[in-house]
Nanobody
Framework: QVQLVESGGGLVQPGGSLRLSCAAS????????IGWFRQAPGKEREGVSC????????YYTDSVKGRFTISRDNAKNTVYLQMNSLKPEDTAVYYC????????????WGQGTQVTVSS
């Protein structure tokens, strides 16, 4: 059974940092392109980042470039999203998902983890 579990969210002040984790069971993450997307109340889902399984290429939406970093630890079967210089507009539920071709066509995703940026 394919399962993804996100963790690491929380409440942080503007300018702070969080590291989100995406752990997989039932399959090996390094066989898939893995993306992160977010959804804020009343807003559409937004693709945030993706990491390719073929060559490790990474992709970011413009609003997080230079602040977020996606990475993977194949030994731990985990993908991470390091988020620095957080802004209130980053507040959302963050999900990791299989993302074929890093095209934001998500197949499987977890339950999400809440990130709240507020003073």
């Amino acid at each position: 059974q394919v399962q993804l579990v996100e963790s690491g969210g929380g409440l942080v002040q503007p300018g702070g940092s969080l590291r989100l984790s995406c752990a997989a069971s039932g399959f090996t993450l390094d066989s898939y392109d893995i993306g992160w997307f977010r959804q804020a109340p009343g807003k559409e889902r937004e693709g945030v980042s993706c990491i390719s399984n073929s060559d490790g290429s990474t992709y970011y939406t413009d609003s997080v470039k230079g602040r977020f970093t996606i990475s993977r630890d194949n030994a731990k079967n985990t993908v991470y999203l390091q988020m620095n210089s957080l802004k209130p507009e980053d507040t959302a539920v963050y999900y990791c998902a299989t993302d074929p071709g890093c095209s934001m066509r998500y197949d499987y995703w977890g339950q999400g983890t809440q990130v709240t940026v507020s003073s």
